[in-house]
């Protein structure tokens, strides 16, 4: 598989960003099949800009908005519109759009559209790439659950992807598949053929706060008691905030942590954002889920330690790439906005751990997430399971 990175910082005027964006794929050579994957500012007109790219390129496009991108060639970026052009003649792209989904329905649309997609390609599913939203509203339906349908469905098929971000207003994101724009579908890209993909996810949290508690009493993404309190109360107890409005951004530098048990004795640790309090109830509402019994601690997000967990990544992919009979050509990797947050001034660190790193040939996009989907190996069996994270930084390569 082949592919080209192609970036415009333009976002007013819709006919120079096409045009620019145009330019950069001039040369490149589009084989049999082809996809589009695009990142935009949440200001931007996806609609418009849509509209002018189909008026050259007939691939699907899908993709959604994101606070700052990363570039193979450039770095970071924090305004504009990245495009990722895959192409191949001997891989396969079946690509859909669920209809909006809702805690009744998510399973049963995910399931739907999977097999549709499924029944149209010539090969074995080697590789689901997806992007949805962040939970809300009625909604209420948890990363890590939209995560675990599509696993289910797909059989233990590696899934990686990402949610939609913005400019942490949190109410601006969307997701695009061609002329479609949402924010409460899932966008799912099923891939067959000569792909041999390879993961890395590595999080960030080496320091926790004086914050010890077990979850006796949860459901899904809620979280109603710690010991013997409601969760609210458990916080007030702590001295910890309650009354912010943007309760969101007030914990995007403490997560919340906890030791994911498998049944083969493997053990994963995961972070979540803590998306609002239910004062009336005293719940906690995750963007993740939380299982009863998990001790809870609350970690602490730094700069170096964020530096660090992102070389480490590029080090082993950069290792896989070398070691793989595939002409692994391109990387996407998706950080968590909170990582990005912890940067502060140095806002381009990621990007430096690997410019000026990447074999010839190789391309990179990615963005900064309000989640990300990725698979990570048990510390025991080896083996990889498909997860909803945050706070964490993940690299697709194939």
Not at 78 to 94: H, N, P, R
Not at 197 to 216: D, G, L, Q, W
């Amino acid at each position: 598989m082949n592919s080209l990175t192609i970036y415009t910082n333009e976002i007013d005027y819709l006919e120079e960003a096409a045009s620019e964006l145009f330019a950069q794929a001039e040369g490149f050579v589009f084989q049999r099949n082809t996809i589009g994957i695009l990142f935009a500012e949440d200001e931007s007109d996806y609609d418009g800009l849509y509209e002018l790219l189909s008026e050259k390129w007939d691939f699907p496009i899908i993709g959604c908005t994101a606070m700052a991108v990363l570039l193979g060639d450039r770095g970071y970026c924090g305004t504009g519109i990245s495009v990722m052009l895959l192409t191949a003649d001997d891989c396969d792209f079946s690509i859909g759009m669920t209809d909006e989904l809702n805690s009744e329905n998510f399973i049963e649309e995910i399931s739907k559209t999977y097999r549709e997609l499924k029944s149209s390609l010539p090969g074995e599913v080697k590789l689901v790439l997806t992007y949805g939203a962040m939970s809300i509203g009625d909604r209420n339906v948890s990363g890590d659950e939209l995560v675990r349908a599509i696993d289910i469905i797909a059989g233990g098929i590696p899934i990686y992807g990402a949610f939609a971000s913005d400019g942490l207003s949190f109410d601006k994101f969307r997701l695009f598949y061609n002329s479609k724009t949402s924010r409460t579908a899932q966008v799912l890209v099923l891939i067959s053929g000569n792909i041999d993909p390879r993961f890395i996810c590595v999080n960030s949290i080496e320091n926790r706060a004086n914050f010890y508690y077990e979850v006796t009493k949860s459901h899904s993404n809620k979280v109603d008691r710690l010991g013997s309190e409601t969760f609210v109360d458990a916080l007030i107890h702590e001295n910890l905030e309650v009354k912010s409005p943007g309760i969101q951004g007030a914990y995007l530098l403490t997560p919340f942590v906890f030791t994911l048990k498998k049944h083969n004795g493997d053990s994963i640790e995961v972070a979540r954002t803590l998306m609002s309090l239910d004062r009336e109830t005293g719940s906690g509402n995750f963007i993740g889920g939380i299982p009863e019994g998990a001790s809870l601690s609350i970690g602490i997000i730094n700069q170096d330690d964020v530096q660090r967990s992102v070389k480490k990544a590029f080090d082993y992919i950069l290792n896989e790439l070398k070691s793989s009979d595939y002409d692994c050509h391109t990387l996407l990797c998706n950080s968590c906005l909170a990582r990005f947050l912890a940067l502060a001034s140095n806002i381009t660190a990621e990007a430096e751990a690997y410019t000026g790193r990447l074999p010839e040939g190789v391309s990179l996009m990615g963005m900064y997430a309000d989640g990300e989907i990725c698979p990570v190996k048990g510390d025991r069996s080896g083996l990889y399971y498909n997860l909803f994270h945050n706070f964490t930084f993940t690299i697709l390569a194939f």
